[in-house]
């Protein structure tokens, strides 16, 4: 069965989140924890940074489980 990638969205970027390939690091969550959480859903809350903040953390993602596409 396959698993939709989770949807998150502000006025400017969509980013979806892939659970099936997350690696677990936890990197995106140290490092931006007022956006990605570990302990509050929904745990992306692209609200809480710059827009650009945000892309520069999800291209850190090891295993690409994160992506964004400018709206
Ligand atoms: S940085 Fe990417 S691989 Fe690491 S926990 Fe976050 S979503 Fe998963």
């Not at 953390?57 to 295993?63: A, E, G, H, V």
Request: charged content about 25%.
């Amino acid at each position: 069965m396959e698993i939709e990638a989770k949807k998150f969205s502000n006025k400017e970027i969509n980013v979806t989140y892939d659970p099936c390939i997350c690696k677990l690091s936890g990197i995106c969550a140290k490092e931006l924890s007022h956006v990605f959480s570990d302990n509050i859903i929904p745990w992306i809350n692209l609200n809480q940074d710059a827009t650009d903040t945000i892309i520069q953390q999800i291209k850190k993602c090891p295993s690409g489980a994160l992506q964004y596409i400018k709206i």
